[in-house]
Each structure stands twice: as C-alpha cells, then as structure tokens.
C-alpha cells in the first residue's frame, strides 16, 4: 500500500538501520527495501550504484 511512495522515489528509512558514512546517513527502506540515502533538505532517495542510476 505504501510502496506506491516508493515507484516515486520517496523511501522511509528504517531507523535502527540508519548510519552515517562521514558524507551522509544512509539506510534501508522499510517498505521495499532497497539501499536509501538522505538527501541534505530531508527525504530519502535510493542510492545511485556503479551498476547504473536505478
Ligand atoms: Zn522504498
């Protein structure tokens, strides 16, 4: 139901699971799963991989 959020980028971190790496917190959506990253005005967007942009 909420993973439509997720089709638009729009991830919700898992908050036990947020880290910071020294350039920026980074977690795990708690609705698909994937790799997510905070960007620096708020919202959460999946992490950009060497395998390509998605
Ligand atoms: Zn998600």
Do not use: A, S, Y
């Amino acid at each position: 139901m909420m993973r439509v959020f997720c089709l638009f980028n729009r991830h919700r971190p898992i908050r036990e699971d947020v880290e910071w790496t020294g350039l920026h917190h980074q977690g795990t959506c708690k609705t698909c799963g994937v790799l997510i990253r905070r960007l620096e005005g708020g919202g959460w967007r999946k992490r950009r991989t060497k395998k390509g942009l998605n």
